[in-house]
Structures are given as structure tokens and as C-alpha cells.
């Protein structure tokens, strides 16, 4: 069994322990009866396989060493799990082309969450992968597992054998559409994508009508085949016995909706299924096409909770570099007080100022990296939802943390300082545990400085890594640049050498990524000014090509912001335009005192206002707004000042004026100048209304919905807030449940705006015809107009802003009436 890919769907059997006990056995361990109970093990078997299953998965759920060893029976691991395997070989000689998944349980020991260690929970799986081996297995299927690190400690054991047997991999989702320890399906396709399984699919914990959601995301993202092998049904506690209430035919035929509308390719049962079920799916099923797996996955990483596409937009995707002993004098000084939850509690910070990744550097001369890379990793994991990026150049300390971490990393970094000996090293690191690579372009001989060279450099670089079987996908490459503070001659050009690199790299590679530590170009140079020259060179360097930036949002100020003076001295210094470049940047300075900036006092107090948003100054805020409110009622305020201010901050965040840090200090400013105004509303009584408002997948912030939520109630609607990052099942439920006149969808990002097209595919599905509503900076009119409205069973709205959305409502009550 080399593929498990076919033209049709694939059936796998349905639940075992039910059928144990139906069978009258109440063995503490259900594994040991492979050795004691052969024969009873093997009917259960051949039930399924006369029912039509395909492939029949081996008794072994919770065969693991260290799940055995709880009743006693851990030196019988390799045994239980070969007689089960063989049980299962023998009973599907009678069949033809029918096959045998070696199970993979979850274990009983968590490692995100420190239960067990990466290391034990591989050699505990070990002699497990080699009994199922050696028993004749056609595949293995790791299922119902809860924590992405559990998996990849599996997936490490079974690599270890060198097998080329296909692997599927399923997780079990609550109703919320998470794991057990909380990472959702974007998280786990994410992560699971770049391992070496042929399937990825969920298991257990729901019925077929609860992974709907789940289901169609892969089927939409996923370039691996879909499994699907759900409960039947829901569990129901009776008499202290778990039972469940889906019945055969409704169980195949809630499976055939599914695989028809979501795509699928496996397809199965787990508790409650019984023969019958299997039997009725496999008719079911007969005549429903097999999914063809994505060809173009989109590179991304992930934290044990959530994914981050690689290719964002805006660019750049931001690593944020305060958790840098390097580079951060305060996370040094913290980590040698030997305080790691404060030095996690400094990396996180970073998820509210808008990064996407944390870099995670902790080499110091005095102390061991290893352990305070594992430390402050192993705290991480669990308390951001930001992915890491593990900055280490040292192979060892670079596998412990990749150990740790439970969604996808990128390494921080490798290059050829030494002819590519280290870099051979954690390149083939980064391949066991599918991790991306930041390389540097630096040779034998150091830095390199010129165009020529860098690329040269480049080129051997991206050739080792893909020798070492890593995609150009996986790959960041670090043009790097020199200051342009220090005068030399030979740095003179280092700017724009670095910016004609980062452009021909994504001329010559256009899948590979390109990154920067930006504020190097400005090392040296006064550093009150710093900010003003890396500013001026990010944008530069996101004109020709740059994906990413390893950078401190206080490093950076908003380019709308830079007097076009400052704007002109710094560009001249970058392009070296002339010889004295750096001499008058020196010398705009020397003569002219930088402050933060200030909102004037001679202007009106509309203006202030409006600046305060746009600038994301909170310090003269409420006493500006008590000077309008005495002239103003504080809805005027808002429909006059407020919302025109934050359609200017989407625009200029829209056209790269204003990077996602510097928007989402605004976000608070308004937040704070909503909760201000608020309790001064007069509002209409709820009557003309029910509205449902969410955040869809894949956002960062609801300051748009809940302005809307302001607004609309004062208007007179009944506002059902669900909050930020919703399901299309959430919502739709919220929907069933209040029989609102409306739907509203916001969304900042690009991300977003792609979640909201298909939770409108999705709420077709389901029966949802209710109109929507959608909003957000990234979304514009014409993609609602082309992509959004045909596909809806109702009408699709834009709404520019949250006026507009109330528009938007007259419209709809108009149109029922």
C-alpha cells in the first residue's frame, strides 16, 4: 500500500471499545486482549470488513509504552502491538484490496502542556511504530489527538524507522472548533501540512454535522487528502453509561452531505459506530467523487493555537525583536535575574503592538542557552499566539527549542561563515521538524556588501537548503545591510546595494522570502533619529520586494508622519546621492530638536481630535472631547470627526503609509474616545432590529465592530456582539437562534476578507438567508460587488464605514417591507 489516494472515497471501520463491550468484555486495558482474546478482537474485524470497510485500524489506540505501563504491561508494548497488528492482517486475507492502519492514541500525557517531555513521548512510541511494523500494517493513523506536539512526537518515532508507509493524522475538535489544548484547524493544517502524512482529518468528539466548518477548510486549503471518521452523534451520560443517539441512516446520510458538499477522501467511524453504520456509509458514499488534494498551499507558520500566512498583505509580515538579549537590554536583565516568566511576559507584549512572530534570542556569554532557550520556549508556547522564531546559531540549542514548540517555527539563522558545516546542521534540523530557515549573506569571507556578491552568496545558499530538502517556500533570505551612520567609503551604497538585492531575489526566486533586521541602516547615528531613517528604508525595502521585518515598532514611526524635509535627507543618505549625505542629516539634527510628536494648541479642537485618531495620541483626548461636547452632541462627534478620522487611518494602513502597529494605537485611541462618548448617547429604543456582529477568522482586533455596535444600538437595533475571531458556525448559530433582519462581517486584514467569502459559501450551506453586511479597512467595494454577491443566497452589502453600514440597514428594512 504505497498511496492511500484514490479515485474514490477510501472507507475506514467504525468504533472498537463499544464493540468490546458489546462483545461482553470489560478488560481494564482493551489492548492486552490482542494477547488474551484473539479471536473476539479478529470478529470485530471482520464485522467491518463485511460491512465494506476498506481499511481496518488495529487495535492499539492506547498501546503506547507509557500508557501500558499504567496497568503494568509497558515491557509488552512491541508484543501487544504486533499481535494486533497481525490479528488485523489475518482478518483481511478473505477481501481483496483491503488494508490495515496501524492506530496511534493520544496517550494519556500531554507535552504542551508538561505533562511529558518531546523526547520521552517519542521513545515512547517507538517500540509501539515497531510492533505495528513488524505485525504487517499497510499505514498508520495517529487519531484523536489534542496537542500538535504529541503528533509530531509520533510522527518523530515513526520517521526514526525509516518506514514508507502512508500516515494520516486527525485531531478531535470541540464544539468551538478547538483542541483540547486549544489550537484550532488553521493551527493544525498549518503545522501538519509540511510533515511527510498523506492525510489530514479530524476524529471523534463530534458528530458529521459539527465538522462542517472544519471540513470544508481543509477541503479548501489543505494539500493533503481529508479524513473524516466522526462519533454518531454527540455523547449522551445514561445511567452513568456514555451512549450515542445517531442512528446508521442518519449517520450516512448526514456523512454523504458532507462529503459532497466539503470534498473528502476518507471517510469512517469512531464512537458509537458500529457494522451497520460502516455498512451504510460505505452506500452512501459509493457514488460521491474523491476530493483532489490543493496544489498550492500557502506557506505559512503557526503557533499551538493559530496559523500566520508567510505572504501578507500589507507587507511586511513583523517579527517583533524585543525578546533579543541582544537587543534589549531589559529582556537581558530580566533573563539573568533568572525571572523566565517575565522574560515571556516581555516576548508577548509584542502580540498587542502588532507583531505576527517573536524572535526569541537568549545567548549570553555567562549563561547556559540551551536551558534558557528551552525555559522561556516552553512558557511561550502556551502563553502567545504569535508563532516563534528561534534565533540561535548553535544546532543544539536550536533542537531543544524546536522540541518545545508545538505549531510551526522559523530558524533564525544560518550561513556560511565556516563553508556551511553548521548550516548543513540546522538545515537538516529544520527538516525533521519542518521548520522554515532564515539565511544570512555571509560567506567564508564575511559580509557580503555588494549586489554581485550578495546574490552570489545567495545563490549557494538556496541551493544548500534545497539540497537539504527544504522548498524555496521554507526559505528567508537576509540581504543584510551596513549603517550608514559610520561615513566609511565602502558603505556608502550599502542602502540601496541591499534594496537591488531584496529586488533581484524575488526577480531570480520568487517563492523564497526575503527578511531584515531593518534598523541596522541606521546603527550609530543618534538615536533620537534612527527612527526616521528606518522608517524611510522599510518602505524603500517593501517597494523592492521585502516580505518581512525583524523590527521594534518604537524603532519606527508612521511614514505619513516624517516631514517630507526629514523624508528627502534620509533618502538622499540611503540612495547616496551626494558625498555630504550623511554630513546634513547629521547637521538637520544638530540644529533642529526631534520631539515626539505633539498635537499644536493653536488648532480647533476638530482637528485635534482628528489628529489624536490618526496619530494614535491618547494625551490630550478627553479634554478635547469635554471642549466639542459642550458645543457638539457626541453623535455630531463621532459621524463628523471620529469615523472620517479612522477611514483615514484604513487608508493610509491601505497604501503603506501607516504600518499595523501604528493602526492598532489608533484602534485604542478610538476605543478610548467611544468608551468616553458613550454613556452620553441618547439612544432610540430597541425596537427597529436585531443585528448579529462578529470578527471573522484570521483578525487581530474588533475596534470596527464594536463602533458599529455603538453606533447601530444608538440607532435603535438590538446588537448581538459575538466578539473577535468567529467561526462561520458561531455566527451561524447566533444566527438560528436571534432571527436577526441582519448579518454584519468585520475584518481588518486581507485574511479577513478571504474568511468572509467563504463563511458566506458556508451560511448558504446551512441554510442561512439572512442579508450581510461587510466591512474593513482591507475590503473594498468591487470584491464585494464581483466575489461576494454571486455566490450569496441573499444580498451582500459594503459598508465603508459604520454610517455607511446604517445605510446599509435602512436599505434592508426597506427591501423586507
Known sequence: M????????????????SEIIKAGFTAACNEYLNISQPRAISNIHQQYLQAGADVIETNTFGAARHVLAEYQLDKKTKQINKAAASIAKQATKKYHH????????????????????????????????LGLLDGGVDCFIIETAQDLLQIKAALTAI???????????????????????????????????????????????????????????????SPKLVSVLPNAGLPFLENGQTSYKLSAPDFAAQMKMLAKKCGVNIVGGCCGTTPEHIKLLAQACKSVPARKPVQNFSATTASLFQAQAIDITPKPLIIGERANTNGSNKFRNILLDNNYQAAADLA???????????????????????????????????????????????????????????????????????????????????????????????????????????????????????????????????????????????????GQETLATIK?????????????????????????????????????????????????????????????????????????????????????FSKHQIKSFKIKNNISDPEKLRLCIIEGIAESLEQTLTRLLKKHKPIDIINNILLPAMDKVGELFHNGQKQLPFVLRSAEVMRSAMNYLQPLLSKQAANKGVIVLATVRGDIHDIGKNLVDIIFSANGYKIINLGVKQSAANIAQAVKQYQPMAIGLSGLLV?????????????????????VICGGAALRAGFVEKDMKPIYNNNVYYAKDALDGLKKLYAIKKHSN
Open 159 to 221: 520517521g526514526k524507522t525509516n518506514a514508507k508507509l502512508p500516515i494520516i493524522v486527525q485531531v478531535t475538535l470541540d464544539e468551538n472548533g478547538r483542541t483540547l489544548t486549544g489550537s484550532d484547524i488553521t493551527a493544525v493544517l498549518a503545522t501538519l501540512a509540511y510533515w511527510p502524512v498523506e492525510a489530514i482529518g479530524l476524529n471523534c468528539g463530534l458528530g458529521p454535522n459539527h465538522m462542517y466548518e472544519a471540513v470544508k477548510y481543509l477541503n479548501k486549503y
Open 2 to 17: 504505497k498511496s492511500l489516494r484514490s479515485q474514490r472515497i477510501l472507507i475506514f471501520d467504525g468504533a472498537m471499545g
Open 751 to 771: 485574511e479577513s476578507v478571504k474568511a468572509m467569502k467563504e463563511y458566506l459559501e458556508y451560511f448558504n450551506d446551512v441554510g442561512i438567508h439572512t442579508p
Open 348 to 494: 508577548v507584549t509584542q502580540e498587542a503592538e502588532g507583531a505576527h512572530l517573536i524572535d526569541v534570542s537568549v545567548a549570553t556569554v555567562e549563561r547556559d542557552e540551551k536551558q534558557d532557550m528551552c525555559k522561556v520556549i516552553s512558557i511561550l508556547n502556551t502563553q502567545t499566539k504569535l508563532p516563534l522564531m528561534i534565533d540561535s546559531t548553535d544546532a543544539a540549542v536550536v533542537e531543544a527549542a524546536l522540541q518545545n514548540i508545538s505549531g510551526r517555527a522559523v530558524v533564525n539563522s544560518i550561513n556560511l561563515e565556516d563553508g556551511g558545516i553548521k548550516a548543513k546542521k540546522i538545515i537538516a534540523l529544520c527538516k525533521r521538524y519542518q521548520a522554515a530557515v532564515v539565511a544570512l549573506a555571509i560567506d567564508e569571507q564575511g559580509m557580503a556588501i555588494t549586489k554581485t556578491k550578495k546574490l552570489a552568496v545567495i545563490k549557494r545558499l538556496i541551493s544548500l537548503i534545497k539540497k537539504g530538502g527544504l522548498s524555496e517556500a521554507d526559505i528567508f533570505i537576509d540581504a543584510l545591510t551596513f549603517t550608514l551612520g559610520s561615513g566609511e567609503e565602502k558603505t556608502r551604497n550599502a
Open 504 to 588: 533581484a531575489i524575488k526577480k531570480l526566486w520568487p517563492k523564497v522570502n526575503t527578511i531584515l533586521g531593518v534598523s541596522n541602516i541606521s546603527y550609530g547615528l543618534l538615536l533620537a533619529t534612527r527612527k526616521f531613517l528606518n522608517s524611510v528604508f522599510l518602505q524603500c525595502a517593501i517597494k523592492n520586494g521585502l516580505d518581512a521585518a525583524i523590527l521594534h515598532s518604537g524603532k519606527i514611526v508612521s511614514l505619513h508622519s516624517i516631514p517630507k524635509t526629514i523624508q528627502k535627507l534620509c533618502s538622499a543618505l540611503i540612495f547616496n546621492k551626494n558625498q555630504s549625505a550623511l554630513e546634513n542629516y547629521i547637521a538637520y
Open 98 to 129: 483491503c488494508y490495515v492502519a496501524g492506530s496511534i492514541g493520544p496517550g494519556s500525557k500531554l507535552p504542551s502542556l508538561g505533562q511529558i517531555s518531546f523526547t520521552d513521548l517519542v521513545d515512547s512510541y517507538t517500540p509501539q511504530v
